[in-house]
């Protein structure tokens, strides 16, 4: 009976041996194929991400220049140097308000503005014009305006921040006084001084406010396309959204986390945001400070 026995232990020991083997074999090639899988499954998702950040950069790159486009035509109008006389012209705060020759003044002023803004074209984003005289004086021309303008403390920050900038035009972000709607506007300003200044400090006469349209840019904005789930944010330069695609978020601060990735370089990278990982690419439009 040992030889029987013998037998079968050297025949376990053989299937065992083979079995081991055949396991051997197969770890050899399958593991191989395996690393090969998952290293082509990454070198294609890497493949998708390069391309999906050069596609967004690429239509980041045109939103920019259709965003310089609009607001240069702002920086024109607003550096016309016609609006010193119309400045100049604005009576004192207390005859503003009412009587016959304020009246008369605001039919001139309205035909002159006209004239003025009838030699440029394409700026449908012109939502509102306001001149300040630095005697008081306030002209609006556009839609009524919602009542936001009549703190003074702001106005006051507004002269001073045109006045430090004398030679150009200053945006100051979304803005709500000077907006007639409910949205809030994106404002630019522009320091007026008196033609021939007598002295070595020119006069400052006043400001020449222009008020961009919010809406406008939501119409333009919420056009592209930028695939499922994607969708664009313009901040000015304090982080405030000057676009989102929520007309309601127009004017409210950027979430923290976004905020603190927008701090870096123009780029792309993966942030957490509303729960889940995202690809965020972002330019910065270093003249304006907006994102």
Not at 86 to 95: I, W
Request: glycine residues 8%.
């Amino acid at each position: 009976m040992r030889p029987t026995t013998d037998r079968t232990a050297s025949m376990k020991t053989t299937v065992s041996i083979s079995f081991k083997l055949v396991g051997f074999m197969l770890a050899v090639s399958v593991l191989p194929l395996l690393m090969l899988q998952v290293a082509s499954y990454l070198a294609g998702r890497q493949t998708m991400i390069d391309r999906a950040m050069s596609q967004h950069a690429q239509l980041l790159e045109i939103q920019r220049d259709y965003l310089n486009l609009q607001t240069e035509q702002i920086e024109s109008l607003a550096e016309t140097p016609a609006w010193i006389k119309e400045v100049e012209r604005l009576p004192v705060a207390s005859n503003t308000d009412s009587g016959v020759n304020a009246s008369y003044a605001a039919l001139l002023a309205k035909t002159r503005i006209g004239q003025l803004l009838g030699s440029y074209t394409g700026l449908g984003a012109l939502e509102s014009l306001d001149l300040f005289a630095a005697n008081g004086g306030q002209y609006h021309i556009g839609e009524r305006l919602n009542g936001s303008d009549r703190d003074a403390s702001e106005l006051a920050r507004q002269m001073a921040r045109a006045s430090e900038s004398p030679r150009q035009t200053v945006w100051i972000g979304v803005n709500r006084a000077g907006a007639s709607g409910s949205q809030p506007v994106l404002s630019a300003i522009k320091a007026m001084y008196k033609s021939d200044p007598s002295g070595s400090k020119p006069e400052v006469l006043g400001m020449l406010r222009a008020n961009f349209s919010t809406d406008y840019l939501h119409a333009h904005f919420r056009t592209v396309n930028l695939g499922e789930g994607g969708y664009l944010l313009l901040l000015d330069q304090r982080g405030a959204m000057v676009y989102h695609p929520n007309k309601a978020l127009i004017g409210q601060p950027v979430p923290g986390n976004l905020a603190q990735t927008l701090v870096r370089p123009t780029g792309s990278d993966f942030v957490e945001y509303g729960g889940e990982s995202v690809l965020l690419t972002h330019l910065r439009l270093p003249d304006k400070g907006w994102t």
